[in-house]
């Protein structure tokens, strides 16, 4: 993975933390529709980046993988 990409991931990770932090408040708060926002937002944030890094670097990338399952897991909450 190029250094772009790499820092770009690194970014969107820490995101991803603060998403999920907000998504815990808002379910504590029983904000369920917020909660499911955020969640899409980070479902769709994650797809945007894994095909941005494969058409970069082609198919079978490991962080794509990981993003892939991250989705999948997103879609069955």
């Known amino acids: 993975m190029r250094k ?3 820092k770009q991931a690194e970014k969107f990770m820490g995101i991803l933390g603060q998403a999920h ?5 808002a379910l504590e708060r029983e904000k369920r529709e ?3 926002d955020l969640l899409e937002q980070c ?3 994650a ?3 894994g095909t941005s890094i494969e058409e970069q ?3 079978g990338i490991p962080t794509v ?3 892939e399952d991250y989705c ?3 879609y069955q909450i």
């Open 4 to 6: 772009v990409q790499k």
């Open 21 to 25: 932090r907000e998504t815990e408040k």
């Open 34 to 36: 917020i909660a499911l």
């Open 43 to 45: 479902q769709s944030g």
């Open 47 to 49: 797809l945007e980046l």
């Open 57 to 59: 670097e082609g198919t």
């Open 65 to 67: 993988k990981l993003f």
């Open 72 to 74: 999948e897991g997103l």
